[in-house]
């Protein structure tokens, strides 16, 4: 393995964690523009460029990469099957459907983002990919509801409009129902899915 992409690094926290881990070609990708001056900022002492590009378009050439990350990014499997090299992968780990699912009691206007595994692995396994999933659900306690009200602000396609004053009483029976010893206790849904091309 020579060349890695990573799709979506955000700020570059993690890619900085796994460089020693990871060929000297190393390229990362974001797309929001507050977050590529920091990825680029992190990243560049460590000989990885950034480049600012949409998570679904790859600004990069035919076959230019041997493996392709991803964490909770979106992606056009198409795009993917283009800039890898034969015999190359993705490996990606994204949220789940039923990710806080708590949250469908107490605000009926929760975003569902659809089957994205299931369209995903469809259209990796009709590119020819050789698809294989682990899913897992997982309780993540916060340690209040503030802390959870924060996570709410920046998730900002969760819930449509979201405003504290607004939704006060849903947060509140939230809390009643959700608080545990622990915290305000929900349940993360994430599946790991890695696609192998063929050889040739």
């Known amino acids: 393995m020579t060349a890695v992409l990573d799709i979506g690094t955000g700020g570059g ?30 990243l560049a002492p460590l000989g990885v460029e950034v480049v600012h590009a949409s998570d679904e378009v790859s600004p990069f050439e035919v076959n230019s990469f041997d493996l392709v990350i991803n964490r909770h990014s979106a992606f056009d499997p198409a795009e993917i099957a283009r ?3 034969p015999g190359g992968a993705l490996l990606t780990q994204q949220v789940g459907r ?18 994205l595994l299931g369209r995903y692995s469809s ?38 409009g979201f405003d504290v004053e607004r939704d006060v ?7 009643r129902d959700c608080l545990t010893d622990d915290g305000l206790m929900v349940t993360e ?7 192998r091309m063929p050889a040739y």
Not at 98 to 115: S, T
Not at 169 to 175: M, S
Request: hydrophobic residues 45%.
């Open 13 to 42: 926290e993690r890619l900085a964690k796994l460089r020693d881990d990871l060929p000297r070609m190393l390229v990362a990708t974001e797309e929001w523009p507050t977050n590529a001056p920091i990825a680029r900022e992190r």
């Open 83 to 85: 800039i890898l090299r």
């Open 98 to 115: 039923a990710d806080w699912q708590e949250l469908a009691a107490h605000f009926p206007r929760l975003h569902d983002c659809g089957d």
């Open 123 to 160: 259209e990796l396994r009709e590119l020819g990919f050789n698809v294989t999933l682990h899913e897992f659900q997982q309780p993540v306690a916060y340690p209040s509801l503030g802390e959870f009200v924060y996570m709410l602000s920046v998730t900002t396609w969760l819930l449509a």
């Open 169 to 175: 009483d849903a947060l509140l029976a939230l809390e």
């Open 189 to 195: 849904d994430r599946y790991l899915l890695t696609a």
